[in-house]
């Protein structure tokens, strides 16, 4: 089959020679299959979103409106998504530091403005090696946290963390080799004096996702999951903008494969 042009747009197809009503058309079983934009307007739209472009900024560069830009960032960070869960991991290790938090995304300052939902989110890094997780929790309770360590966290790792209760029942858990658990008393110190536990790294790696979220002008309930979803790839695969758009491409390919 051959590449030609189809009527008088850019859009390609492939057709056969000698049955030229035999044809297959570009966009055909691949992500972009649904899409009416051209694949320069695509193609634009993946590099704004990889180098962090903002959506009211990445408007006024591209020929299509900001609410297919939202649209077209949310395919990306799905993208993303997909490839977390194709892909586990854990951080930490046996005799290696993993730092837990607990934190919101929402709130009101000073209880001063209109009423907003809390948005609790739970989060760990391993400060020898800087990777990190995320997960937006309903509640903080024993029941949602714990299982969450045991998802995220390497058995034998040394977990600090603050002296929330919900934590007590770390060291007990039923992993092999068990986990360290090392607590700071915020309310007396940054990091303990005895034993140098401290969340320092994680209240970090806190900061930078919620000065993204403060770029973007905030993040809405439905979309939050995939937000998180989004800064934890980008840790990974797109520290820079230019990796961020070689590996969405790359991770494009492996959940489309061609035929």
Wanted: hydrophobic letters at 40%; a positive charge.
């Amino acid at each position: 089959m051959s590449l030609v042009k189809s009527g008088r747009g850019e859009e390609r197809i492939f057709r056969c020679p000698s049955h030229k009503a035999h044809k297959i058309f570009l966009k055909k079983d691949s992500f972009w299959e649904s899409s009416h934009l051209k694949f320069k307007q695509i193609v634009e739209l993946l590099f704004l979103w990889a180098f962090k472009i903002p959506v009211n900024t990445a408007n006024d560069l591209v020929d299509v409106s900001e609410k297919t830009i939202v649209q077209w960032f949310a395919y990306f960070r799905d993208i993303c998504t997909n490839n977390l869960v194709n892909n586990p991991y854990r951080i930490g290790g046996p005799g290696v530091i993993v730092e837990i938090d607990e934190s919101l995304v929402a709130k009101r300052k000073n209880n001063v403005g209109h009423v907003v939902e809390q948005r609790w989110v739970f989060g760990g890094v391993c400060p020898a090696t800087g990777q990190g997780f995320l997960t937006h929790i309903a509640d903080k309770s024993a029941a949602t946290l714990l299982p969450l360590i045991m998802r995220y966290v390497e058995p034998g790792s040394i977990i600090h963390s603050d002296g929330l209760p919900s934590y007590n029942n770390i060291a007990t858990l039923p992993v092999n080799p068990p986990y360290q658990h090392l607590v700071v008393n915020h309310n007396r110190n940054f990091v303990d004096p005895v034993t140098g536990a401290c969340t320092n790294h994680v209240e970090c790696y806190w900061k930078n996702c919620k000065r993204r979220f403060k770029v973007m002008a905030g993040v809405h309930n439905s979309t939050l999951d995939s937000h998180l979803d989004e800064f934890m790839w980008r840790e990974i695969h797109g520290k820079t903008g230019e990796d961020a758009l070689n590996n969405i491409l790359l991770h494009l390919s492996q959940w489309y494969p061609l035929p």
